[in-house]
């Protein structure tokens, strides 16, 4: 003779192996392929599956008997459903913003690379005097007397350079209409 569920439930609530053996056996075909119809994939199915089956001794601690077996394990499974699709959306958006900071990064970087360039390139037409007086300055970080020591000039000539620097790129990069 066939025992119920319901009988099979409250022993295995009560740690009886051989009925949650038993229950398993009886409802995880079910039980599976009423997730692959929740969730569309055979995959997800068989993950969701399996993650009920490892939750149901726990959760068979709170079954109250008031609805069949049957009942109560379809309403476990449709909750754990509606949790991964939780989890899915979760995961899709942060991946969304993560592509979204990353597109802004590769932006950042891109601007910057062609500024770089355009200072390259502006550096270039500039002459070797100033080059060599930006090169310290700004390049390697020292201060203007430091400058003015190396190329054996006078600190009020390096300031006079580095002045002639600034006017000379933004009257390049006004004439290319950068701002």
Request: net charge negative.
């Amino acid at each position: 003779m066939d025992t119920p569920d319901e009988m099979l439930a409250r022993a295995a609530a009560q740690g009886d192996r051989a009925a949650f053996a038993t229950l398993l056996a009886r409802h995880y075909d079910r039980l599976h392929g009423f997730c692959w119809r929740l969730t569309g994939s055979r995959t997800e199915a068989e993950d969701l599956t399996q993650d009920i089956c490892a939750a149901l001794p726990a959760k068979l601690q709170g079954w109250r008997g008031e609805a069949r077996f049957t009942t109560w394990l379809y309403r476990i499974a449709v909750n754990a459903a509606h949790d991964l699709r939780r989890r899915q959306a979760t995961r899709a958006k942060a991946a969304l913003g993560w592509g979204d900071w990353e597109l802004a990064r590769q932006d950042e970087i891109a601007v910057e690379r062609e500024a770089q360039d355009w200072l390259a390139t502006a550096m270039s037409s500039l002459s070797p005097d100033l080059r060599d007086t930006v090169a310290l300055t700004l390049g390697e970080g020292l201060t203007q007397g430091e400058a003015a020591e190396i190329l054996g000039l006078s600190e009020g000539t390096v300031a006079w350079r580095m002045s002639e620097v600034k006017k000379r790129l933004k009257a390049m990069a006004k004439a290319e209409g950068m701002t």
